[in-house]
């Protein structure tokens, strides 16, 4: 079975360019995650959605950055404009959530470089 | 002060040793604890749940204490393959969110 599946797998870009991160989650999982890891402040939650609808979006850094799931196969996160600053792994994970404890399973990650 | 704290290592120890960590939470409400595994370059992955009875998978043993707010994670016999970052997740309620520790970095050597 195909697990989370993010694309591109790696991003180079100059400052002030739009850059769009697709994600696919596991089909059936009803929860959507996007993250973004760095060295200095580890894996932090940005936005995640049950069942296409954003939950909390309280960790999205600033109005550059906006993410959506028009379906439940598919998700975006949009950086525009981009800033160097923006430069780490960003990783998509999805769950089948209930109120109980699931697992998140998290795709490959997309590494982006902002120069 | 962060939600999650891990000492951040490295933690060098030898294959067949014994390593543990900790890692402290400043949310009583925290309801579900786990600890994730991250390889190099690679995405993070469960590794177990963390119940408040304490838990074992094979070498690997979990323990909770609520009343001082903090999780470990035992490594028995420590493999080559056990080289990784270790992550503590704390979920605060049935909700999916879940908060990340900035990770232990483990290296066995031989």
């Known amino acids: 079975d195909a697990g989370v599946i993010q694309s591109p797998r790696h991003e180079v870009t100059e400052m002030g360019q739009e850059v769009t991160l697709r994600c696919k989650p596991i089909s059936g999982h009803n929860s959507l995650f996007w993250y973004r890891q760095t060295m200095m402040r580890g894996l932090e939650l940005l936005i995640y959605f049950n069942n296409n609808v954003p939950i909390d979006d309280s960790g999205m850094p600033e109005d550059r950055f906006s993410a959506k799931m028009p379906n439940a196969s598919f998700s975006t996160l949009k950086i525009q404009p981009s800033e160097p600053r923006d430069s780490a792994v960003y990783f998509c994970a999805s769950s089948f959530w209930t109120s109980g404890d699931n697992e998140q399973f998290f795709g490959p990650g997309t590494r982006l470089t902002v120069l | 002060r962060k939600e999650v704290e891990q000492d951040p290592g490295p933690f060098n120890v030898p294959e067949g040793a014994t390593v543990a960590f900790n890692c402290t939470y400043s949310n009583s409400a925290s309801q579900s604890f786990f600890w994730y595994r991250q390889d190099c370059r690679k995405e993070p992955k469960l590794l177990m749940s963390?119940?408040?009875s304490g838990n074992e998978d094979g070498r690997f043993t979990a323990q909770l204490n609520r009343a001082s707010q903090y999780i470990s994670l035992l490594i028995r016999d420590s493999k080559l393959s056990d080289s990784a970052t270790y992550l503590c997740?704390?979920?605060?309620?049935?909700?999916?969110?879940?908060?990340f520790g900035t990770g232990t970095r483990l290296q066995v050597t031989l």
């Open positions: 963390v119940y408040s």
């Open positions: 997740v704390v979920k605060r309620s049935t909700a999916s969110k879940l908060t």
